[in-house]
């Protein structure tokens, strides 16, 4: 009997063994995309180190690789063929790398992809959407601060005044607390403090004509479509502040 | 005018009519089963997830959230508590419940003839629960108002298969937040007589709910007697938040129900095997069971149960599938061996609409709720696109369920006449049963009649409209909120309620949250 060398995948097939370091550039990106789809971290980072060694840019391998990776990643999660826990590790791989160009980014005073600070409205604990919202934008390449559940209007402000984001972010899944929403809103304007950031709202109870009603930006059906919003919202402000 | 004497004066066909268009079900308080359980675990499977969960309670622990009288009432009672973290020693929690908790008691309705037994061998079916939305075929969708929570209340008050008038059937999203709960209590005591629940979104809440049964029942009888029944949630894993364990402080003490319920979507809030879930379930409604002995002995509890299974392509909840039910079927068991009536079921689905798909994943979890012993099956009737939506004619449909359920809970007939010998004599080889004496003496409830289904000819069919089974509940449902006439309620009774109302709400601002 012969021995077989190398691993077999789920298939059956036989995966060779590849170097990172001694792919073309090309080669390694397109590698980077299946390392994120396949959610291997360590790979990940790997990849982003050799590309800036190599005197790519922080921003170059930040939208080639990473992004590039994620959105084919987003796709298929909205197409139903990557699981939620697939996805989870996808956005963890992602995170991976941008832990080693964030500091490069800030150095160059060029901007991440965005940021945002997400919570669930006071009264409100459930999280499951929120989480997985979360994860979407981490997996789109935005800085996420996950203030948890239950937040009243100053935790929002001492979060926006800590953390400067482009986006608040605030679920509710309750129509008992859904209301609260337009509450920090108000808060907001009376700050002088609502133009200052993107106000995107979601969960099952809510609607398009309700977001409006409260006063948000964006409201959004599913975390798939959050992150495309928000990425697609932050570029829109940039650009109009330019 | 000429006497024939001896000849009984026939009833003709107007008498006919009348007695084919009432509904053939017998009306009954509740159901008393007759069938054995349907044990999909073994003993010894049973026994394994009763030592894991002991395991989870010891080990693990349980948060007890922003609350500390209850961190406290549980240190008193002898768990181990660190922070919020509370520990219970092995067996802890079955000793407390089982030392005070009722195996059944009744929950008083304002007519006695509706009160209900929960627990033992019992089935008490309940309207859905909880939706934001309601839906019907000619509105759509949209969100709830008073007037669809009235019209929901009238509609149980009328279903012969719903034995409760439930609780917040849907949400009167047209309320201020903070006072919707006095429209809705008054809607159940004065549009039906069937035993209600209660308001757990703020201990305030709760206490106003027992305020206002004390006006009907009056006071002493309140504080022994349980007349309302409420839906404590544990906030899974393994937390139970300030909100809930609040309302279930106020209804214990005052002796009232509560349900506590881990409510779970399992792969996000449980692990995804079923062992697991029903190893993660059976610890925290321990947890909470006990903690409501320790508020009061002996106030009524239930062990609830609420388990779907998430899409692990989205997120999002799933209905009718094998999983959940294979849950139910274990924790109805664990239910029954630590003593306590069970809590779980309903019609459930994630359907948008009153479809096929509605109609079967509903069905799948009826009929397993049935079979796995359910005591209180919430969510019976209405639900809709996993519990966002209450639907007007999945309602009517799901009472045609609700009305077989109880058929086949009563189990088989094994009479002399429900073991028709003389039929089998009578008929012999070769002819047929329409003619016969037993079928003549037995047809008109022999088989169970739907009230929504059409077995007619495809020409008939054709000939009335083709209409589909949603069509048929969309006339059904209005024709019932027509021929509606309200059950008396004493007039001295309604006034002291409106006039509690109007006080109370007048004491406090509206406020949205
Ligand atoms: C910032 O930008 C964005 C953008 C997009 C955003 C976004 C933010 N946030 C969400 N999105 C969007 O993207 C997400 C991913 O695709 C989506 O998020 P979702 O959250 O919609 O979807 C999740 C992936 C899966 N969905 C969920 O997780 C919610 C499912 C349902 C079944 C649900 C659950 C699971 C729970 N519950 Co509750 N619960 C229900 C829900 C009914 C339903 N079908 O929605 C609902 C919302 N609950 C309800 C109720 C009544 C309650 N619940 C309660 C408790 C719970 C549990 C703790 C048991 C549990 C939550 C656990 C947790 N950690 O989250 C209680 C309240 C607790 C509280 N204080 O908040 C309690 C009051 C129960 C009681 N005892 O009476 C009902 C609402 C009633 C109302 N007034 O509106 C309800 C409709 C069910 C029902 N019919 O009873 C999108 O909406």
Same mark, same amino acid.
């Given at each position: #009997?012969? *021995?077989?060398v190398? @691993?077999?995948?789920e298939?059956g097939e036989? !995966?060779?063994?590849? %170097? /990172?370091? +001694?792919?073309?550039?090309?080669e390694?990106?397109l590698? #980077?995309? *299946?390392?994120?789809? @396949?959610g291997?971290k360590?790979?990940?980072v !790997?990849?982003?180190t %050799? /590309?800036? +060694?190599?005197?790519?840019s922080?921003?170059?391998v930040?939208?080639?690789?990473?992004?590039?990776?994620?959105t084919?990643v987003?796709i298929?999660?909205r197409?139903? %063929? /990557?699981?939620?826990?697939?996805v989870?590790?996808?956005?963890?791989a992602?995170?991976?790398?941008?832990?080693?160009?964030?500091?490069?980014?800030?150095e160059?005073?060029?901007?991440?992809?965005?940021?945002?600070?997400?919570?669930?409205?006071?009264?409100?604990?459930?999280?499951?959407?929120?989480?997985l919202?979360?994860?979407?934008?981490?997996?789109?390449g935005f800085?996420?601060?996950?203030i948890?559940i239950?937040?009243?209007v100053?935790?929002?402000?001492?979060?926006?005044?800590?953390?400067?984001?482009?986006?608040l972010?605030?679920?509710?899944l309750l129509?008992?607390?859904?209301?609260?929403?337009?509450?920090?809103?108000n808060?907001?304007?009376?700050?002088?403090?609502?133009?200052?950031?993107?106000?995107?709202?979601?969960?099952?109870?809510l609607n398009?004509?309700?977001?409006?009603a409260?006063?948000?930006?964006?409201?959004c059906r599913?975390?798939?479509?959050?992150s495309?919003?928000a990425?697609r919202?932050?570029?829109?402000?940039?650009?109009?502040?330019a | 005018?000429?006497?024939?004497?001896?000849?009984?004066?026939?009833?003709?066909?107007?008498?006919?009519?009348?007695?084919?268009k009432?509904?053939q079900?017998?009306?009954?308080?509740?159901?008393?089963?007759?069938?054995?359980y349907?044990?999909?675990?073994?003993?010894?499977s049973?026994?394994?997830?009763?030592?894991?969960?002991?395991t989870?309670?010891?080990?693990i622990?349980?948060?007890?959230r922003?609350?500390?009288e209850a961190?406290?009432?549980?240190?008193d009672?002898?768990?181990?508590?660190?922070?919020?973290?509370?520990?219970?020693p092995?067996?802890?929690?079955?000793?407390?419940?089982?030392?005070?908790?009722?195996k059944?008691?009744?929950?008083?309705?304002?007519?006695?003839?509706?009160?209900?037994?929960?627990?033992g061998?019992?089935t008490v079916?309940?309207p859905?629960y909880?939706?934001?939305?309601?839906?019907?075929?000619?509105?759509g969708?949209?969100y709830?108002?008073?007037?669809?929570?009235?019209?929901?209340?009238?509609?149980?008050y009328?279903a012969?298969?719903?034995?409760?008038?439930?609780?917040?059937i849907?949400?009167?999203?047209?309320?201020?937040?903070?006072k919707?709960?006095?429209?809705m209590?008054?809607?159940?005591i004065?549009?039906?007589?069937?035993?209600?629940?209660?308001?757990?979104t703020?201990?305030?809440?709760?206490?106003d709910?027992?305020?206002?049964?004390?006006l009907?029942?009056?006071?002493?009888?309140?504080?022994?007697?349980?007349v309302?029944i409420?839906l404590?949630?544990?906030?899974?894993?393994?937390?139970?938040?300030?909100?809930m364990?609040g309302?279930?402080?106020?209804?214990?003490?005052?002796?009232?129900?509560?349900?506590?319920?881990?409510f779970?979507l399992?792969?996000a809030?449980?692990?995804?095997?079923?062992?697991?879930t029903?190893?993660?379930i059976?610890a925290?409604?321990?947890?909470g069971m006990?903690f409501?002995?320790?508020?009061?002995?002996?106030?009524p509890?239930?062990?609830?149960?609420?388990a779907?299974?998430?899409?692990?392509?989205?997120?999002a909840?799933t209905?009718?599938?094998p999983?959940?039910s294979?849950?139910?079927y274990a924790?109805?068991?664990?239910?029954?061996?630590?003593?306590?009536p069970?809590?779980?079921?309903?019609?459930?689905?994630?359907?948008?609409?009153?479809?096929?798909q509605?109609?079967?994943?509903s069905?799948?979890?009826?009929?397993?709720?049935?079979?796995?012993?359910?005591?209180?099956?919430?969510h019976?009737?209405?639900?809709?696109?996993?519990?966002?939506s209450?639907?007007?004619e999945?309602f009517?449909?799901?009472?045609?369920?609700?009305?077989?359920?109880?058929?086949?809970?009563?189990?088989?007939?094994m009479s002399?006449?429900?073991?028709?010998?003389?039929?089998?004599?009578?008929i012999?080889?070769?002819?047929?049963f329409?003619?016969?004496?037993?079928?003549?003496?037995?047809?008109?409830?022999?088989?169970?009649?739907?009230?929504?289904?059409?077995?007619?000819?495809f020409?008939?069919?054709?000939?009335?409209?083709?209409?589909?089974?949603?069509?048929?509940?969309?006339?059904?449902?209005?024709?019932?909120?027509?021929?509606?006439?309200?059950?008396?309620?004493?007039?001295?009774?309604?006034?002291a309620?409106?006039?509690?109302i109007?006080?109370?709400?007048?004491?406090?601002?509206?406020?949205?949250?």
């Amino acid at each position: #009997m012969l *021995d077989n060398v190398g @691993d077999h995948n789920e298939m059956g097939e036989e !995966e060779e063994d590849i %170097i /990172l370091s +001694e792919l073309p550039n090309d080669e390694l990106v397109l590698q #980077m995309h *299946d390392d994120l789809y @396949d959610g291997l971290k360590e790979d990940v980072v !790997e990849g982003t180190t %050799i /590309l800036l +060694e190599r005197g790519w840019s922080a921003e170059k391998v930040l939208s080639e690789a990473l992004v590039g990776g994620m959105t084919i990643v987003g796709i298929d999660f909205r197409d139903g %063929i /990557l699981f939620v826990p697939e996805v989870l590790l996808a956005a963890n791989a992602m995170k991976g790398g941008m832990s080693i160009l964030q500091p490069l980014l800030a150095e160059t005073g060029a901007k991440p992809v965005g940021t945002m600070v997400i919570g669930t409205v006071k009264g409100d604990i459930h999280d499951i959407g929120k989480n997985l919202v979360g994860m979407m934008m981490e997996g789109a390449g935005f800085v996420v601060i996950d203030i948890g559940i239950n937040n009243s209007v100053e935790d929002y402000l001492a979060a926006l005044e800590k953390y400067q984001p482009d986006i608040l972010g605030m679920s509710a899944l309750l129509t008992t607390t859904m209301p609260y929403m337009k509450v920090v809103v108000n808060a907001l304007v009376e700050h002088g403090l609502r133009d200052k950031y993107i106000v995107m709202v979601g969960g099952a109870p809510l609607n398009e004509e309700f977001a409006d009603a409260v006063g948000a930006d964006a409201y959004c059906r599913d975390a798939a479509e959050a992150s495309t919003t928000a990425i697609r919202m932050v570029a829109e402000k940039r650009l109009a502040c330019a | 005018m000429s006497e024939r004497s001896g000849r009984r004066k026939s009833r003709g066909r107007d008498a006919k009519h009348a007695d084919r268009k009432r509904n053939q079900m017998e009306v009954a308080a509740f159901i008393d089963r007759k069938i054995p359980y349907f044990d999909y675990l073994s003993t010894e499977s049973l026994e394994l997830i009763e030592h894991n969960a002991d395991t989870v309670l010891e080990e693990i622990g349980i948060d007890f959230r922003d609350d500390p009288e209850a961190l406290s009432l549980l240190k008193d009672a002898g768990a181990d508590v660190e922070g919020e973290r509370v520990r219970f020693p092995r067996g802890m929690c079955r000793s407390i419940i089982q030392a005070s908790a009722p195996k059944e008691f009744t929950q008083f309705a304002r007519n006695t003839e509706r009160n209900v037994i929960i627990g033992g061998d019992r089935t008490v079916l309940v309207p859905s629960y909880g939706s934001p939305f309601v839906r019907d075929l000619d509105g759509g969708r949209r969100y709830a108002t008073i007037n669809d929570f009235e019209n929901f209340v009238k509609l149980a008050y009328m279903a012969p298969g719903l034995h409760h008038s439930g609780g917040t059937i849907c949400e009167p999203v047209d309320l201020p937040v903070n006072k919707r709960h006095f429209d809705m209590i008054y809607s159940h005591i004065k549009y039906s007589d069937k035993p209600f629940m209660g308001s757990v979104t703020h201990p305030d809440r709760a206490q106003d709910t027992v305020d206002m049964a004390k006006l009907v029942f009056g006071d002493e009888f309140v504080e022994n007697n349980c007349v309302c029944i409420s839906l404590i949630n544990a906030n899974s894993p393994m937390t139970f938040d300030a909100t809930m364990l609040g309302a279930a402080k106020v209804y214990a003490r005052h002796n009232q129900a509560t349900m506590i319920s881990p409510f779970i979507l399992a792969g996000a809030m449980s692990p995804v095997t079923v062992a697991g879930t029903a190893t993660q379930i059976l610890a925290e409604a321990l947890a909470g069971m006990a903690f409501v002995q320790i508020v009061k002995p002996g106030a009524p509890v239930v062990f609830g149960t609420f388990a779907s299974a998430i899409s692990m392509q989205s997120g999002a909840p799933t209905f009718g599938t094998p999983e959940p039910s294979m849950v139910m079927y274990a924790v109805g068991a664990l239910a029954r061996r630590l003593g306590v009536p069970f809590r779980s079921g309903g019609g459930l689905t994630a359907s948008k609409v009153p479809d096929a798909q509605a109609a079967y994943e509903s069905a799948n979890t009826l009929q397993a709720a049935a079979m796995s012993g359910v005591n209180f099956m919430l969510h019976t009737a209405g639900w809709l696109e996993g519990g966002l939506s209450m639907s007007y004619e999945k309602f009517i449909m799901d009472c045609d369920q609700a009305n077989m359920l109880a058929v086949l809970l009563k189990g088989a007939d094994m009479s002399e006449n429900g073991q028709a010998m003389d039929a089998l004599r009578e008929i012999g080889p070769g002819s047929h049963f329409l003619g016969s004496a037993h079928t003549q003496a037995n047809f008109k409830t022999a088989f169970y009649r739907s009230t929504v289904a059409d077995n007619n000819s495809f020409e008939q069919w054709q000939a009335d409209g083709e209409l589909d089974c949603a069509q048929r509940a969309n006339a059904q449902w209005k024709q019932m909120l027509n021929d509606y006439v309200a059950p008396e309620l004493d007039p001295a009774i309604d006034e002291a309620l409106l006039e509690f109302i109007s006080k109370r709400k007048g004491s406090f601002p509206d406020k949205e949250y």
